[in-house]
């Protein structure tokens, strides 16, 4: 894919350090192995250098030059300890601690939290909660941002050769976002589509265009769509609540939307709720041949990713380098 060369090419020899807590699976070992070799990240990987050195041997995966650490034996662990109690303000004991921070996605988010590490990915064997718990008592959002949302990217090539590419949006986090919510969504949405040369014509999506129908939802994606508006930047076109079929077919979009600049034209597609974002994006993937992206977590003060469960060593791969562009991006 021409964007993940390009992709590639902004992090290449950046030594951006990803850690990868779940350092005995074999997709996780490969794509550590590759993206070493490759020159793009400077991976990490956390567990039992013994345990997980076997593995590797098992499956023919040369981690020769990766750092590996074990919480149950790392020198700083007491201060890490201590960074961890203070940070939590009064929420955990330093008991508390000590039991948390043996755990890999607890470890692993307080190296990138301490500055050891530049950003994480798991899942890949833990669930999106194991991942996004830490992440949200100890890295915590960014400055302006109030929750942490999952968008996904689509792509898949042209006849021409170039790509089509959208961002979807939430399909991984809030389950049912209130209007506010909602809006704040679109908004980190569009920033991220801006970090894959995704144009932010951002679409909030519903079953009616313009009030076509009248329900809660409706009116629910259309007052976010207006939030959204006031608070976008001057580059982001903003527009809803419309129907799937208006936000992408130029005819439709004209007769349904007249004069509406994102009608038509809408790269990131906002959905209403996880339900149909789940599905939206799902549907595109399998039936429209998609490559899905993500999700990619949205909102967090540093870079922390999620895998499926059912992810390959080509996700991991990939997702590590969507993680070190957004460390990258957020330094800018």
Known sequence: MALF????????NENVRIVFPEATDVRIQGAAARLKADQLVEPLLIGNPEQVKEEAKKNGIDLEGIQI????????????????????????TEEKARELLKDVNYFGTMLVYLGLCDGLVSGACHATGDTVRPALQIIKTKAGVHNVS??????????????????????????????????????????????????????????????????????KAAEAAKLAQEQAPADFNVDGEMQLDAALVPS????????????????????PEIQSGNIGYKIAQRFGGFEAIGPILQGMAKPV????????????????????????????
């Not at 060369?5 to 290449?12: P, R, S, V, Y």
């Not at 991991?316 to 330094?331: C, D, P, S, W």
């Open 69 to 92: 650490l074990d919480p149950e034996n790392y020198e700083d662990f007491d201060k890490m300890v201590g960074a961890f109690v203070e940070r939590r303000k009064g929420k955990a």
């Open 305 to 332: 990713n999620d895998l499926s469960r059912g992810c390959n060593e080509e996700d991991a791969y990939k997702l590590a380098i969507v993680t070190a562009n957004q460390f990258l991006a957020g330094k800018e």
């Open 150 to 219: 999952g968008a996904f990217l689509l792509s898949r090539p042209k006849e021409d050769g170039s790509e089509e590419k959208y961002m979807m949006g939430d399909c991984a986090i809030t389950i049912n976002p209130d209007a506010p919510t909602l809006a704040e969504i679109g908004i980190v949405t569009g920033h991220t589509a801006k970090m894959f040369g995704v144009e932010p014509n951002i679409a909030f999506l519903s079953f009616s265009t313009k009030g076509s129908a009248s329900s809660p939802e409706q009116e």
């Open 5 to 12: 060369d390009d992709l590639k090419a902004k992090i290449k």
């Open 252 to 271: 439709v979009g004209q007769a349904k939307a007249p004069g509406s600049k994102v009608a038509g034209h809408a790269k990131v597609l906002i959905f």
